[in-house]
């Protein structure tokens, strides 16, 4: 999971920074003023805003793959998914957070699976383990 992350950042950054630059460059020409001059802040902060939150997607959706495979690595070492359910239904209240929260809020914040996917795995590997 550690190669993956680094391939996946030291794929995505640099495209991201390409990206930026050109894309702020662009608008600032659409708009008629100089890249070179500081008139293209704010087409960088607009361009980087954009990067982020399509990269930031999809790294999102790699660690959530990956706190997925490490909640069933989890079950499987302690062979214990009561305590797993348990456990998220603990750090749920505690958190004071949605169990569930609606797909376009795990697009763009979520880096684990919600209580939900976490329960109902520890549901399958319980009713698989018997």
Known sequence: ???RGI?????????????????GEAITRRAGDDPRSP???PALALALTAATLV???AG?????????????????LTEDPQAFIELQRELTLSN??????????????????TTVERIGTAVAFQRGAR
Do not use: N, T
Request: glycine residues 6%; negative net charge.
């Open 96 to 113: 004071v957070s949605d169990p569930d929260p609606p797909a376009g809020f795990r697009l763009v914040f979520g880096s684990h699976p």
């Open 39 to 41: 008139a293209v802040i």
């Open 7 to 23: 391939a996946f950042v030291a794929l995505v950054a640099p495209l991201g920074v390409l990206f930026v630059q050109l894309a």
């Open 55 to 57: 990269l930031g997607a």
């Open 60 to 76: 999102l959706q790699l660690s959530r793959k990956i706190e997925a495979r490490a909640d069933a690595f989890a079950l499987a």
């Open 1 to 3: 999971d550690i190669l």
